[in-house]
């Protein structure tokens, strides 16, 4: 995803402005703002842009927006209007705008891009629960969006059934919404009179992104939404459930739909699908069925397709009385072309597979012929491959490159109807295939079972993002715990990248170095394959690199795949001795992640599912569980040709919001949970595992403890993860699809060892068969001071229960880590960051992290040139200090997102020693737009002597730029030589 991997914005400590008009309740300090509805329309309004109907005049009304950036009074403000009746939400917006010539208004495709045009938004969190939200949006030209999303991310394809308008006047826009509640997911007991709500607003004349209730960053922050109250609605009535079990094979011709539809309730109903036909004509079909309470009724809804292209049926509950809706699902169908081709490139297996699928019906499938040529610079390369007739409409073509060597290729595809023998399909398909290393033994490759080898040996990576500062405090701590792999910091300079990846190596461990968005190279950008180069030769000889990686969640964020792959050709010439990874989302489907794989040695996506029910994945496994089916997806995605890294959670999604000033509970992975997540993605054919989002996790805690616990129980059992599968199959007797096995050898030995999992949150008592193992063996169970004897091995499985069994006596004794324990963490309150009268965070320095050797809120440049002190401080426990290695160092502090604007002045302080006496020192500050360019600054031209004694540094400035929306302020000593600075202070002159 990423926005889970990118910096997290600073607390603001402004206080939120709000004009409010009548219904609306003005907001406390920190609070968000309240909406009180007086009552349901009489007549519901036409939703014609036109805010003319006598409902508008009675409804609840407010104003009062501020830009997102920084709480100020957006200048062209917006008025929403707001009233319900039993069936629908309305709202309308005013938009005053004194620039109408500049509105933009550009896309018309229903769920375009349209966030390139003025456009308004509203967001619903209808059951409160302060996670989920609903997202509908308009553009002035009447265009719609909608999205589902929750603090994991979203689901842009989500649809629902609701309508809006738009009209222009000379001086504004107006837009209606109605919002029917049969188009939500609404819970009996959850959904009352009082519903989470915010209102949003995108200007593009002027740039200016607004809100109703302040968010900070996003608009989709669910825990920052306001509320609306006096819904006098009886929403058990909507609190029916669809799932679309089977939407058919979504193909030219008769279809047929599976729903399971449920109701607390229970009771008749009228279940339907409405599919509006390319002329605009409503096809229709209909069945009663009976509800029984909380059980659900599966219904067969037939349709028809007439031609390829994209869809959208609807699936409805209808009251069988009255025929209203109750309950609606936009169900996007897409129609595929006849002949689809995907192609899997693989450098170091030296092969490519082409994998055509025929979308036509089964009992179709032989009466088409495909075949393939492969050619190299227009040369074909024999043997020719045909498919005479389909028996599986995804049959898998491999063409072997390892006689006819690097170059360019093109795959010439055609399919033919056997019975008319003309060609009704024509492709070319175009890869390069790059040179392998010729050192005998590379540095980093792969192995014919997907396992990585190091100078030749194998290896199972146990990773962890980036933690720290790198110091060694924590380089020291995760190399203890086990972890044998650590992302590099991303776009440092290559000074200090390579001082990083020194340190990282003198712990014995290895490294992965994000490329970012330096790999999406486009053709003919020569500046940019220029720095991607540089980076490739100043890095690719260190020892400590284990692989490089692109752009993160590349097909989730919208990158360009043809990009991706010119880059990827770029580092492969350059660096033919390491492997490039890339990390997907859990959201995109396997075509999708097929096709971005072509830019990859490695493949794999992240997932956090804790707590449960996850919604970061798109898969219908909301449990724990779906660590492994993301894992098969991610396998599938690569024909299990390449290896698989799995992204696995080392935070709670409340630590992410709690850095942005929210205040949810956190709920971490439990251990038992944490290590079958890890070990299900093994048994699901992972060949990596990587922790991400552990700069978030306090430390010391009870879950940092655990993951480092669990990551030394990996690391104790590397030589096992990294063996090659047997090929064996263990027969589960009892215990039923719960129980998952893999049979795995010991890298260096015969020792066999058998992991098994229950993937199910009930206990499971089980029966597994393992081949050719004597009846009376004796299994040590790994970790867990046990035997057992026999074959079937029997044994009691807790809830996401793991045990590791060997008959191996050779194995070393397992360990523990031995850890200090943690009973309860010590968080610092978002107000407890903040100072009255100073728009800095942790000003004093008094809040650390990473083993109190980080200031919360601040950064250091470079890496390794600074740190918190506690033998030399002003106040309070810490000060920070820098220190300058030699007389070309400039080593800062710095503290960024500070919203400004042009006209504002400021006064910034600090008081600073140095040693020795009469070193370079110096404070500054620079502002940059909303995008972070370069704005301008107030940089001191002479630099301060500093004193052995504390003394005070003053910078008076006026921020100068009409653009200027961020300001960050610095804290600066030059040469070889040390300062402490404490004590800082950023106040806006009134």
Known sequence: MKLWKQPIALLAGALMLACLMPGAAAPERGEAPRLTLAGPAAEAPVIDGRLDDACWHQAAQTTGFVLNDSREAATEQTTVYVTYDSAHLYVAFECLESQMDEVRATVTERDGPIFKDDVVELFLDPNQDRFTYYQFAVNVRGTRFDLRGDAAGTAPHWDAPWNAATTRGSDRWWAEFAIPFSSLELHVGKTGDTWGINFAREQKPKGELSVWSYTGGAFGRPDRFGQLSGLAVDFSRYAYSIEVAD???????????????????????LVDLALYLPDGQPQVTSVRTQLNPQTPATVTLPYSLPREGFYRPIVRVRDPNTRQVLRAVVVPISVPPILELALYPNHYRQEVMLRPRLNVRQEDLSAF??????????????????????????PVIPFDLSKSGAGEYEIHVTLTPKRSGGSIVRDVLRFEHMPLSSKSVPPVSIDADNTLLVRGKRFFPIGIYRYGNFTEHSLRELSESGFNLVQAPYAAPLEELREVVDRIHAHKMMTWIPFGPAIELPENDEAKRQKLGALVKAMADHPALLCWESVDEPAWTGSNAADLYRGYRVVRRLDPDHPIWMNHAPRNTVDELALFNHGADIAGADIYPVPEPQTQSDLPNKTIAVVGDETSKNVLAVLNRKPIFMVLQGFAW?????????????????????????????VRGARGLLFWGVNYTPKPSPFWNSLRQLAYELSQMHDVLAGPDTGEVAKVHAGGKAIETLIRRHCETDQRFIIAVNASPEPVDARIEIPRAMPKVSWRVLFEDRRITGNPIVDHFEPWDVHIYTGSLRFPQEKRLELPPVTQVQRPRPEDLLERGNLLVNP?????????????????????????????????????????????????????GIATETGRRYRFTAQVRTEPAG?????????????????????????????????????????NHPDAKKLYVVLQVRGQAQAWFDDVKLEEMR
């Open 369 to 394: 012929r495909l075949t393939a040529r492969l050619l190299k610079n227009g040369t074909l390369v024999p043997p020719v491959r045909e498919k005479p007739f389909f028996v599986a409409k995804e």
């Open 844 to 896: 004093g320095f008094e809040f650390t992290e990473d083993g109190e050797e980080s200031p919360i809120g601040w950064s250091l440049r470079p890496a390794f040139y600074g740190g918190v002190s506690r033998e030399v401080k002003r106040s309070g426990r810490y000060s920070v200090f820098l220190k300058g290695r030699d007389a070309t160092s400039k080593p800062l502090w710095l503290q960024t």
């Open 247 to 269: 939407s058919g094979e979504r193909l030219i011709g008769n279809n047929v739909l599976k729903a399971r539809v449920s109701s607390p309730f229970g009771g008749k109903a």
């Open 919 to 959: 070193a370079d020192c110096r404070i500054y500050a620079e502002w940059t737009d909303a995008a972070g360019k370069y704005l301008g600054g107030r940089v001191p031209a002479q630099w301060s002597a500093g004193t052995a004694q504390w003394q005070p540094l003053t910078l008076d400035f006026m921020v």
């Open 654 to 682: 409340a630590d992410l919001s709690r850095r942005r000033g929210g205040t949810e509970k956190p709920i971490y992975p439990s251990f038992q949970q944490s290590r079958f997540m890890a070990y299900h993605a093994i």
